[in-house]
């Protein structure tokens, strides 16, 4: 089966994946030890790089189907030329993503009868070609305008333009895409808004000359007043909940919805050991019970840090030159297109926002838009396991230790279960039994 991918524009850019065949709609997703895109089955992953007006955006194609089939319709603010579009690094938001990704951090209890420093939360700021000239009268007659076309990398690009949307809904069809139905519907505000449309194919010869194993992350820079996501395209194919996480990359801090309500995911629990195992299940769980909780029509915040740096980090930071490749234009000296000559600025002047947004076809009517603050909160989606010591304890207060643990136990499998709504009593099937090394009752008499 062929998968169809939707990925999305931000500031007035919004993509949809369409393909020459129905097929299932999908996503890309999130992982263990840290809780990334790979996770679930249906994700799609945007990276916004925005200062001012100015924005880079990079979609990460995910489509698994032949290479053939696959093409990408994404409304646009304004007619883009062949040097405002790159072919990106797919390493980079495979880096971004698992450096941002809600992580599973490990402390093990110091020995009671020794005075050590005790574990602490952590600090509150964390709350951590050519063409036919009966083409071209076709499209006028559909009021469709090819306003230029071109090749970058492995991709043929064409930019439309369009009176009507059910002429671009006939264009398309004309021209072998399959889309499926309502989306004269969804593509007609985008018309009504002035935009242009960018339709990209893959150019076979350059694919297989190239050697790719996969689609590589197209990027666009573009300039803009306005800073927003459009979704509704998105929606057209869905069948399923969709989730989209957004990386948002400002230089003076966090990036925020203004038309929807952004909750922070939970975060900073103390869950029981056994979770190490089992943190695939546990994040998925864990995300969908907040999701219900919330009412749904919101956007989780799984991460927000200074790119300068990482406490605990669930990967290495990007390099000057991986934020570069990422969209980060402010941290150099630019010099044309998409080549820069690299400065010494610091890495404290990108802060990194994820939002991770779960949303069906009769939720989210409007679509995502952004503003960048200097609000410098630093948060993660932090999952804590705390081992308890094992050693021998010849003391009161290992004996205290000792006694209370099972209590510790006990509360680590109620926020388990308050987190997933996973049943408690199997929960406490898999909790410790016993405590190691128990002080013999004959110190007790002699010490």
């Known amino acids: 089966m062929n998968y169809l991918r939707s990925i999305f524009w931000g500031l007035l850019v919004a993509a949809l994946c369409l393909g020459f065949a129905p097929s299932a709609w999908a996503f890309c997703g999130f992982y263990v030890a840290k809780a990334d895109t790979s996770l679930y089955n249906q994700a799609s992953q945007v990276i916004i790089a925005r200062n001012g007006d100015r924005t880079v ?5 995910d489509y698994q189907g032949e290479v053939a089939d696959f093409a990408m319709v994404v409304p646009v603010p304004t007619v883009l030329q062949e040097e405002q579009v790159h072919v990106g690094d797919p390493a980079i938001v495979e880096h971004l993503d698992a450096f ?10 110091p020995d009671p009868c020794t005075p050590v420093a005790q574990y602490a939360p952590l600090p509150s700021n964390l709350a951590l070609s050519g063409r036919a000239e009966a083409e071209v009268l076709a499209e006028d007659a559909l009021g469709v305008t090819v306003e230029s076309s071109f090749t970058v990398g492995e991709y043929d690009i064409v930019i439309l333009s369009a009176r009507e949307s059910d002429g671009l809904e006939t264009w398309l069809r004309q021209n072998d895409y399959q889309i499926p139905a309502g989306a004269s519907e969804l ?9 242009k449309f960018f339709v990209a194919k893959v150019n076979l010869e350059e694919f297989d000359r190239g050697g790719f194993q996969a689609l590589r992350p197209l990027q666009m820079a573009y300039e803009s007043p306005r800073f927003m996501l459009p979704i509704r395209l998105g929606m057209i194919n869905a069948q399923a909940a969709q989730d989209l996480v957004v990386y948002l990359i400002t230089p003076d801090g966090q990036a925020e919805l203004t038309n929807y309500r952004t909750v922070n995911v939970p975060s900073n629990a103390e869950i029981p050991l056994f979770v190490k195992e089992e943190f695939s299940d546990f994040y998925k769980a864990m995300f969908q019970t907040a999701y219900e909780r919330e009412g749904r029509n919101v956007a989780f915040l799984e991460y927000a840090w200074n790119l300068a740096g990482c406490d605990p980090c669930a990967a290495e930071p990007l390099t000057p030159e991986e934020l570069r490749q990422a969209g980060v234009f402010w941290l150099t000296q630019v010099n044309t297109g998409f080549r820069p000559a690299p400065t010494s600025n610091a890495l404290s002047n990108a802060f990194v926002t994820r939002l991770h947004v779960r949303y069906t076809r009769d939720q989210f009517p409007e679509d995502l838009a952004f503003q960048a603050t200097s609000n410098q909160q630093f948060f993660q989606g932090r999952y804590v396991l705390r081992h308890p010591y094992t ?11 000792q006694r209370s643990l099972p209590e510790r136990f006990e509360q680590e499998a109620q926020t388990l279960a308050n987190l997933t709504g996973w049943d408690i009593s199997d929960i406490r099937t898999k909790l410790p039994a016993t405590v190691a090394n128990p002080i013999p009752w004959w110190r007790r008499l002699w010490r």
Request: charged share 25%.
């Open 187 to 195: 593509l007609r505000p985008y018309i009504r808004q002035g935009m």
């Open 391 to 401: 050693g021998e304890m010849n003391c009161s207060a290992g004996e205290d230790y």
């Open 100 to 109: 941002s990704a809600p992580r599973l951090v490990e402390y093990f209890d």
């Open 57 to 61: 955006l990079t979609m990460a194609n």
